[in-house]
Nanobody
Framework: QVQLVESGGGLVQAGGSLRLSCAAS????????MAWYRQVPGKQRELVAR???????NYADFVKGRFTISRDNAKNTVYLQMNSLKSEDTAVYYC??????????????WGQGTQVTVSS
């Protein structure tokens, strides 16, 4: 069994910063890509940033230059540093990871979500 546990959300003023963390635990053989998504009520969940096991990254256009995704493979943890936050960044942020629990079993896992609220 695998779990992803997020932390670091909260309330911040526009222009401020937050750092989200997501730690994977359980029967993990290896972790491929890790990513952050976000969702607001009534809208589809959207990709914010993704990082490969080798450290290659890609970002949604709406966060480029403001957010940075990173990971610590030794800790099975992915981070999202969010700077210059805007009110439109308000959402529930979800961690996602493609995890192998054996050589032949690869599945996508989700965290429970953490609320980020940016006040203007």
């Amino acid at each position: 069994q695998v779990q992803l546990v997020e932390s670091g959300g909260g309330l911040v003023q526009a222009g401020g910063s937050l750092r989200l963390s997501c730690a994977a635990s359980g029967s993990i053989f290896s972790i491929n890509d890790m990513a952050w998504y976000r969702q607001v009520p009534g809208k589809q969940r959207e990709l914010v940033a993704r990082i490969s096991s080798g450290g290659s990254t890609n970002y949604a256009d709406f966060v480029k230059g403001r957010f940075t995704i990173s990971r610590d493979n030794a800790k099975n943890t992915v981070y999202l540093q969010m700077n210059s936050l805007k009110s439109e960044d308000t959402a529930v942020y979800y961690c996602n990871a493609d995890i192998r629990t054996s050589w032949t079993r690869l599945s996508s896992y989700w965290g429970q979500g953490t609320q980020v609220t940016v006040s203007s």
